[in-house]
C-alpha cells in the first residue's frame, strides 16, 4: 500500500532552534498536509498545501510542497517550549481516493527551555 | 464555528463485545472519514462517508462498519472486539472529501480488556 516515510523520527532541541522535519512517497499526492498531535487529542491541523511548489507559512511554520508532489516537509523557527508534540504530515491520493488520507509515522519533538 | 465532536471520550469493553462510536463533523461538512490510530500502525484510514453513502474504504475487516445520517453526523460500530481493536479512533470532517482539508476530532479511546 502507499506509505509515507517521515523523518526524523525524533528531535531534541533547545529552545530557540530552528526545527525541520520531511516526508517522501513513491507516490503522487494531490493535497499535503500537515497536523500536530497532542497526548489523548486528535490531530491539529497547521498547514494546508494543494499545489506542486507552494510554499505557505503559518507563523513560524513554514511548509512546502515538493515540484515532483511526491514530498513536503515542514519547518518550525525560533522553537518555544509549547511547540512540543507529534508531527504527522498527511497526503490526500489523487481522485478516487476521496476522504482517505495517508500518514506519514510522526516526528515526535521535545524542546529544551 | 464549533468543531468536530465525538462522543464518547473514552470507552472500555471487553473482547467479544460490540461497540458504537459517534461523530458529529463541522457544521456544513458532509465528508465524514474515520481513521484507527495505535502506537504500532500509526494512522490507519477505516472509511469515508458522504452523503449517506460509504465512498471509501481501507482494509479492515468487516467487524468494523459505518453509518452516515442525513444531518451527516455518523456512527462507526466495532462488533466481536478484540484486544487489538484497543487504539483511538478518529474522525475528520471535510466539505466534500475529494481535495479538501480535514479536521479532526479529539478520538474516542477505546480500551478492550
Known amino acids: 500500500g502507499q506509505q509515507l516515510n517521515q523523518s526524523p523520527q525524533s528531535m531534541f532541541i533547545q529552545e530557540g532552534e530552528d526545527v525541520s522535519m520531511n516526508c517522501t512517497s513513491s507516490?503522487?499526492?494531490?493535497?499535503w498536509l500537515w497536523y500536530k498531535q497532542d497526548p489523548g487529542e486528535g490531530p491539529v491541523l497547521l498547514i494546508a498545501?494543494?499545489?506542486?511548489?507552494e510554499l505557505t507559512s503559518n507563523g513560524r511554520l513554514t511548509a512546502q510542497f515538493g515540484i515532483t508532489r511526491k514530498d513536503s516537509f515542514l519547518n518550525i523557527s525560533a522553537s518555544i517550549p509549547s511547540d512540543v508534540g507529534i508531527y504527522f504530515c498527511?497526503?490526500?491520493?489523487?481522485?478516487?481516493?476521496?476522504?482517505?488520507?495517508?500518514f506519514g509515522q510522526g516526528t515526535t519533538l521535545q524542546v529544551k527551555p | 464555528k464549533a468543531g468536530v465532536t465525538q462522543t464518547p471520550r473514552y470507552l472500555i469493553k471487553t473482547r467479544g463485545q460490540q461497540v458504537t462510536l459517534s461523530c458529529s463533523p463541522i457544521?456544513?461538512?458532509?465528508?465524514v472519514s474515520w481513521y484507527q490510530q495505535t502506537p504500532g500502525q500509526g494512522l490507519q484510514f477505516l472509511f469515508e462517508?458522504?452523503?449517506?453513502?460509504?465512498?471509501n474504504k481501507g482494509n479492515f475487516p468487516g467487524r468494523f462498519s459505518g453509518r452516515q445520517f442525513s444531518n451527516s453526523r455518523s456512527e462507526m460500530n466495532v462488533s466481536t472486539l478484540e484486544l487489538g481493536d484497543s487504539a483511538l479512533y478518529l474522525c475528520?470532517?471535510?466539505?466534500?472529501?475529494?481535495?479538501?482539508?480535514?479536521?479532526f476530532g479529539p478520538g474516542t479511546r477505546l480500551t478492550v480488556l
Open positions: 498527511a497526503g490526500q491520493l489523487p481522485p478516487g481516493n476521496t476522504g482517505k488520507l495517508i
Open positions: 457544521s456544513g461538512h458532509r465528508s
Open positions: 475528520a470532517s471535510s466539505t466534500s472529501g475529494s481535495t479538501d482539508t480535514q479536521y
Open positions: 498545501l494543494y499545489k506542486a511548489g
Open positions: 462517508y458522504f452523503s449517506e453513502t460509504q465512498r
Open positions: 507516490s503522487i499526492f494531490n493535497t
